[in-house]
């Protein structure tokens, strides 16, 4: 049962000019008031989610629909796009790093503290699975215009500071990378996935601006530092970005990190299991591993996993970037390597590299022998 999704009023227009009887259609943050009442227009089997829909509407005129009403929580419940770095910091003040209190992300991230982590209100998680599902609708929708196995995930460390080698490194590959025709997504905050989406907002330029930009951030080089989102906007206001797109994928559970604002759709779940399995099962076209900790080491046994049993019908290439750090110290590399040799794991596609040109081989190599 396949149900067609309106998320604008230009959508319900044409809709309403075709169609006396509208079936099977989903309703997203649509205001219905201008609907006629007259009979002309009957709904069956639809759902309305967050929308205005009067009373002298729905009882006479629909049969067999839903309503998923807003509730009184700071954020939309049935988000149709993803966010933007302007619906999250919208009223941000460069140069007064206090106003991100103010931002929508952070009144949602104080609002997530106070009601829980895992909260006890059932209306509280219903109106989180919800916003969640809503942005899995919107972040697949997005998906849509991109092959599969051209989508490439970063991971790494959120500690990874901005003046250090590596983030040049990771921001330069994933530069190559968008340049290639690859849509590059990262868990969407500061660290390697900041660098990610730098490499991105430079695609197609000059890479001396880059770095250029790089040596502005790095006078915040870490997401604790007064001005972090300052240095960002400021780069930003200097730089307009290319026509490129990155996704980022974030999370209120880490809320303590902001998202950066170098993303430009940003699908952020309350649900960080959601979130990271998610991510790791759109990555068709391969996952890159930077350095990182527990939070990459967890991701890569997932991503391990996933190729594993083929979870989503592909096995894609995992590919570690620093062989001294995935061999020596964390020597993940070596037990996966032993294991995929010992068959304990099935249809790993593991390699190890230090070279940027490396690991871009390593993606195009794969995307090559499985054109879509």
Request: proline residues 5%.
């Amino acid at each position: 049962m396949h149900f067609t999704e309106i998320e604008s009023d230009d959508e319900l227009q044409v809709l309403l000019a075709s169609n006396s009887v509208i079936e099977q259609v989903a309703f997203q943050n649509i205001d219905l008031s201008a609907v006629p009442r007259n009979g002309s227009v009957r709904f069956n089997d639809c759902i309305f989610m967050g929308c205005v829909i009067p009373d002298d509407l729905y009882v006479p005129y629909c049969t067999e629909c839903h309503i998923f009403p807003q509730m009184d929580v700071p954020f939309n419940m049935f988000p149709a796009q993803l966010y933007s770095a302007a619906d999250l910091y919208g009223g941000y003040e460069v140069g007064n790093p206090e106003s991100y209190k103010a931002c929508l992300d952070s009144r949602v991230y104080r609002h997530y503290i106070k009601m829980g982590k895992e909260a006890g209100s059932i209306k509280e998680t219903l109106a989180r699975r919800l916003h969640d599902h809503s942005i899995t609708d919107a972040l697949h929708s997005f998906l849509d215009g991109y092959e599969s196995t051209r989508v490439i995930a970063i991971m790494g460390g959120h500690g990874l500071l901005r003046s250090e080698a590596m983030f040049t490194t990771v921001a330069r590959l994933s530069k190559r990378l968008t340049e290639a025709g690859y849509l590059m997504i990262s868990g969407g905050g500061p660290g390697a996935m900041e660098a990610t989406h730098v490499g991105v907002w430079f695609a197609g330029q000059d890479e001396k601006e880059m770095l250029s930009a790089i040596e502005l951030l790095s006078k915040a080089p870490s997401y604790k530092d007064a001005i972090w989102l300052d240095a960002a906007f400021e780069v930003q206001s200097l730089y307009p970005r290319s026509d490129f797109e990155s996704v980022g994928i974030p999370t209120w559970l880490y809320g303590h990190e902001p998202p950066t604002p170098f993303a430009t759709k940003i699908a952020k779940y309350f649900a960080n299991s959601v979130r990271e399995d998610g991510l790791l099962a759109i990555a068709k076209g391969g996952v890159i591993f930077s350095p990182g900790s527990a939070g990459t080491i967890q991701e890569i046994f997932q991503d391990a996993t996933q190729n594993h049993y083929l979870s989503f019908g592909i096995a894609s290439p995992m590919v570690f970037l620093d062989s001294h750090y995935w061999t020596v110290e964390r020597p993940v590399y070596p037990l996966l390597k032993s294991m995929d040799n010992d068959g304990k794991y099935q249809n790993m596609i593991l390699s190890l590299h230090d070279l940027e040109e490396d690991v871009v081989a390593e993606i195009k190599r794969f995307t090559q022998n499985n054109r879509q």
